[in-house]
Structures are given as C-alpha cells and as structure tokens.
C-alpha cells in the first residue's frame, strides 16, 4: 500500500512538471514572438528608413539635375546671344567698311575726275599757247615778210 502513495505524488509531480514545463514553453513563445515581432518591427524600420533615406538622395539628384540642366540651359543662352551679338557686330563693322569703302570711291573718283579735268585745262592751255605761238610766228613772219618787202622795194 506504501506504493499508491508514492505513485500518487510522482503524478503529481509528473503533471505538475509537465503543467510547468508547458508554460515555460508557453513563455518561450511568447518571449520568441516578442523578439520575433521586435526583429521584424526594426527589419520594417529599417526598411523605411533605407526607403526614405533612398527617396531623399533621389530628390537631391533630381534637384542636383535640374540645378545643372538650368545651368546648361543659361550657358547654351549666353552662347547664343553672344554669338548673336558678334554675329551683329561683324554686320555692323562690314557696313562700317562698306560706307567708309564708298566714301573712300566717290572721294577717288572726284579726285580721278578733277585730275582728267586738270589734265584736259592744261592741255587746253598747252594747245591755246601752241596756238597762239604759231599764230605770233604766223604774224612774226608776215611783218618779216613784209619788212623784207618794203627793203627789197628800197633796194
């Protein structure tokens, strides 16, 4: 009879081993399945954070980009207008040297034309004085002539 009784606490025992091995599992799950929830709660943080951080360097690219584009934008604009601008002041500098090559013709050609004119005066004169000299030879003769004449009658 002593054996029921020693059985009985070993049941006992056995059950109460098991009742507390089943919470402590219980409590091994819980705690697992805090750590387990903790691991993903920071896995998702850090997940948003390398998101976030992510969608921060592509806004700074993409304002870094647009920064760059509207200074390429201005470059290619100061280029052009001052392409523009040279482009117009060799326009202006060669009707500058076309003006100044006209004036300079029309200045030849009045110095061309008063040239020929003092050319033709001068050989007008030069055929007015030839003239004139034959017509005093002309008239030199004739009263030599007419000397000789008159002393050729005296003779």
């Known amino acids: 009879m002593s054996k029921p009784i020693i059985e009985k606490p070993h049941k006992y025992t056995d059950l109460h081993q098991e009742q507390l091995e089943i919470r402590q599992l219980h409590e091994i799950i819980g705690v697992l399945r805090g750590e387990l929830e903790s691991h993903q709660f920071s896995a998702t943080q850090d997940v948003q954070a390398a998101l976030a951080e992510n969608a921060d360097d592509l806004k700074q690219l993409r304002e870094a980009t647009s ?89």
């Open 67 to 155: 920064v760059l584009r509207n200074q390429l934008e201005n470059q290619q604009f100061e280029k052009e207008a001052a392409v523009q601008e040279a482009a117009q002041r060799c326009a202006e500098e060669i009707e500058q040297l076309k003006d100044t090559v006209s004036q300079l013709r029309n200045v030849m050609e009045t110095i061309k034309f008063e040239y020929e004119a003092s050319l033709t005066k001068q050989h007008m004169e030069k055929v007015d004085e030839h003239r004139h000299l034959q017509e005093t030879i002309v008239q030199l003769r004739d009263e030599l002539e007419h000397k000789r004449g008159k002393e050729n009658k005296r003779d």
